[in-house]
């Protein structure tokens, strides 16, 4: 007894770190007028949007499942119901600002009430990885698995959006935690029904969380065989739950055409991973990519202290252990080599099932009371946790000195008006008034493309998008945004902005980018560039202008 009130207070230590981690900087980018910063983020209006299809009998289906989303309309129902009764909610608008009277108090609330949902099951996701660390290797290395996940910069950062990556990762964890206590001899029917549960719900809420459950009742039964009861009650309880917990979850019940609308939609030629092909070069390659991407996602020291403990387990022959193995290679072999694509958020499931095994490696180096040369290991391991809290507390520093709020400082006193060109999507630019106007620029080979006949009085350039430019191989259109920070192109360079530099990368490219800010010269564009190029007069093509570039013999 006394230790399991132990163990649930330093987990309520772990868990309100995490809350801080998570909560510190929730308001980065809102109100957003025309979306949010953060790449792949649900719309504020979109779970309402959906809800309101279902109960409609309407097209709901899009690239996500609908849990998290009719989830997230349960959340902001009652703000809703009150902006009604207030009559701030007129007629319903596809398009800004939507039929509300205050559209960006109303939309950011909204995104905040989201968010805030994320920040709640990122807490939760810790605990579970926790428990299942506790499970296995006990109370210390429960706390300090616990303190590896929670530290990560990748969760701290989509703890802090309404991504579905987070929420997914926390249905997950719990299926995971469930799985260790069935693996350990738990047989209760009520542990099977949750876990079936559990994964239904990880994969009605983003579809990719399939692949964290797709091996793992291989060892599940594997060791039901080897004590002769292969199928059971508990087991048949386990594999209806998640059949019906999913038929609900997904709407596959209640509405099967939408259910297979967003799969044709979903398997369809417009993803990005459809059609690459298969090959030998591309399997080593994504797998180094993979393996790099995990590392810089729990932390170098921790991913070494992750190797220290899978060597532990196996010698140790922990039972249950497998279960977080085959969670990580379920989820590497049937959604990473499928889809030969890999970035930080893609390896967080790796992340959540190696955090107990990092546990174990710190426990172990922090020894029992007595042990020789105590204080210095134990020295060792507070350094290391200290530094891996600083490093996640390194993104909440990022989300409140993004560079875009001095760019949109300096953009409404130096340049309130007038056309804006980029060729970056608004997650990555400055928040612009809905009635700015802005035309979409098109770097190419040939030189700056742009709509209409003048060109825009102003330019934002975002690294989140330009950097692509500077990848190996060289692009050609390199040559074209070289020559615009040049001041080549009939453009000066304005105004530059950045974050203070803090230790260790980045990991999200969508948190503060480099902005630049070009205003277009006053003086003909003949008497610009002297370098490498010379701009000569803008020319039409399709329906549109472009500065061209000639070389200089």
């Given at each position: 007894?006394r230790r399991?009130?132990?163990?649930?207070r330093?987990?309520?230590?772990?868990a309100?770190?995490?809350?801080?981690?998570?909560?510190v900087?929730?308001?980065?980018?809102?109100?957003?007028?025309?979306?949010?910063?953060a790449?792949d983020?649900?719309s504020?209006?979109?779970?309402?949007a959906?809800?309101?299809?279902?109960?409609?009998?309407e097209?709901w289906?899009?690239?996500?499942?609908?849990?998290h989303?009719?989830l997230?309309s349960l959340?902001?129902?009652?703000?809703?119901a009150?902006?009604r009764?207030r009559?701030?909610i007129?007629?319903?608008g596809a398009?800004?600002?939507y039929g509300?009277?205050h559209?960006?108090?109303?939309?950011?609330?909204l995104?905040?009430?989201?968010?805030?949902?994320?920040?709640?099951?990122?807490v939760?996701t810790?605990v579970?990885?926790a428990?299942?660390?506790?499970?296995?290797?006990?109370?210390?290395?429960a706390?300090?698995?616990?303190l590896?996940l929670l530290?990560?910069?990748v969760?701290?950062?989509y703890?802090h959006?309404?991504?579905?990556?987070?929420?997914?990762?926390c249905w997950t964890t719990?299926g995971?935690?469930?799985a260790?206590?069935?693996a350990?001899?738990?047989?209760a029917?009520g542990?099977?029904?949750l876990?079936?549960a559990?994964?239904a719900?990880a994969v009605?809420?983003k579809d990719?969380?399939?692949?964290?459950?797709a091996?793992?009742?291989?060892?599940?039964?594997?060791?039901?065989?080897?004590?002769?009861?292969l199928l059971?009650?508990a087991?048949?309880?386990?594999?209806?739950?998640?059949?019906?917990?999913?038929?609900?979850a997904?709407l596959l019940a209640?509405?099967?055409?939408?259910?297979l609308g967003?799969?044709?939609?979903?398997?369809?030629?417009?993803m990005?991973?459809v059609g690459v092909p298969?090959?030998?070069?591309?399997v080593?390659?994504?797998s180094?990519?993979?393996a790099?991407?995990?590392?810089?996602t729990?932390?170098w020291?921790?991913a070494?202290?992750c190797?220290?403990g899978?060597?532990?387990a196996?010698?140790?022959?922990?039972?249950?252990?497998?279960?977080?193995l085959?969670?990580a290679l379920?989820?590497?072999?049937?959604?990473?080599i499928p889809i030969?694509?890999v970035?930080?958020?893609?390896v967080?499931p790796l992340v959540?099932?190696l955090?107990?095994?990092a546990?174990l490696?710190?426990a172990?180096?922090?020894g029992?009371?007595?042990?020789r040369?105590?204080?210095?290991?134990?020295?060792?391991?507070g350094?290391?946790?200290?530094?891996?809290?600083a490093r996640?507390?390194?993104?909440?520093?990022?989300l409140?000195?993004?560079?875009?709020?001095?760019a949109?400082?300096?953009?409404a006193?130096?340049?309130p008006?007038?056309?804006?060109?980029t060729?970056?999507d608004?997650?990555?630019?400055?928040?612009l008034?809905?009635?700015?106007?802005?035309v979409?620029?098109?770097?190419?080979?040939?030189?700056?493309h742009?709509?209409?006949?003048?060109?825009p009085?102003l330019?934002?350039?975002?690294?989140?998008?330009y950097?692509q430019y500077?990848?190996?191989?060289?692009?050609?259109e390199?040559?074209?945004?070289t020559?615009?920070?040049?001041?080549?192109?009939?453009?000066?360079?304005?105004?530059?902005?950045r974050s203070?530099?803090?230790f260790?990368p980045?990991?999200?490219?969508?948190?503060s980018?480099?902005?630049?800010?070009l205003r277009?010269r006053?003086e003909?564009?003949?008497a610009?560039g002297?370098?490498?190029?010379?701009i000569?007069q803008?020319?039409?093509a399709?329906?549109a202008?472009r500065?061209?570039?000639?070389?200089?013999?």
């Amino acid at each position: 007894m006394r230790r399991n009130r132990d163990l649930t207070r330093a987990l309520a230590g772990v868990a309100a770190l995490a809350f801080v981690l998570d909560v510190v900087g929730i308001r980065w980018g809102l109100p957003h007028p025309t979306g949010d910063w953060a790449t792949d983020g649900l719309s504020p209006l979109g779970p309402l949007a959906l809800a309101w299809h279902v109960l409609h009998g309407e097209k709901w289906w899009g690239k996500y499942p609908p849990f998290h989303f009719l989830l997230l309309s349960l959340v902001q129902a009652p703000y809703v119901a009150w902006l009604r009764l207030r009559g701030e909610i007129g007629a319903i608008g596809a398009v800004y600002p939507y039929g509300l009277a205050h559209p960006l108090v109303v939309l950011g609330r909204l995104a905040l009430l989201a968010r805030l949902v994320s920040v709640v099951m990122g807490v939760a996701t810790v605990v579970f990885t926790a428990l299942a660390a506790a499970e296995l290797f006990g109370r210390r290395a429960a706390v300090l698995a616990g303190l590896v996940l929670l530290s990560s910069p990748v969760t701290v950062y989509y703890a802090h959006t309404t991504n579905l990556d987070i929420p997914y990762l926390c249905w997950t964890t719990a299926g995971l935690w469930l799985a260790v206590r069935v693996a350990r001899g738990d047989a209760a029917v009520g542990t099977h029904v949750l876990l079936g549960a559990a994964a239904a719900l990880a994969v009605a809420t983003k579809d990719q969380a399939y692949a964290c459950f797709a091996l793992l009742p291989v060892p599940m039964l594997w060791r039901r065989w080897q004590a002769g009861k292969l199928l059971d009650t508990a087991a048949l309880a386990a594999l209806a739950s998640f059949a019906g917990v999913y038929a609900v979850a997904s709407l596959l019940a209640v509405d099967p055409t939408g259910y297979l609308g967003h799969a044709r939609q979903l398997t369809g030629p417009a993803m990005p991973y459809v059609g690459v092909p298969l090959s030998a070069a591309r399997v080593v390659g994504v797998s180094l990519r993979t393996a790099t991407a995990t590392a810089s996602t729990l932390g170098w020291p921790f991913a070494l202290a992750c190797g220290a403990g899978l060597v532990l387990a196996a010698v140790r022959r922990t039972r249950g252990a497998e279960m977080t193995l085959a969670m990580a290679l379920s989820y590497y072999l049937t959604f990473v080599i499928p889809i030969l694509y890999v970035v930080p958020r893609y390896v967080l499931p790796l992340v959540a099932a190696l955090a107990p095994f990092a546990g174990l490696g710190l426990a172990s180096l922090w020894g029992e009371p007595g042990a020789r040369r105590a204080w210095a290991r134990r020295a060792v391991v507070g350094v290391v946790v200290a530094i891996g809290v600083a490093r996640g507390a390194s993104m909440d520093v990022r989300l409140l000195t993004d560079a875009r709020y001095h760019a949109e400082s300096w953009l409404a006193a130096h340049a309130p008006s007038g056309v804006i060109g980029t060729d970056a999507d608004p997650s990555y630019l400055p928040r612009l008034a809905p009635t700015r106007p802005v035309v979409r620029l098109k770097l190419a080979p040939d030189g700056l493309h742009y709509p209409g006949s003048e060109p825009p009085d102003l330019i934002v350039l975002t690294s989140a998008r330009y950097r692509q430019y500077f990848w190996p191989p060289p692009r050609p259109e390199r040559r074209v945004l070289t020559a615009l920070l040049r001041g080549e192109l009939c453009y000066e360079r304005a105004a530059d902005f950045r974050s203070p530099q803090l230790f260790g990368p980045s990991l999200v490219r969508a948190v503060s980018p480099h902005i630049i800010v070009l205003r277009r010269r006053t003086e003909p564009c003949e008497a610009v560039g002297t370098l490498a190029e010379r701009i000569i007069q803008p020319s039409r093509a399709r329906g549109a202008r472009r500065f061209h570039l000639e070389s200089r013999s």
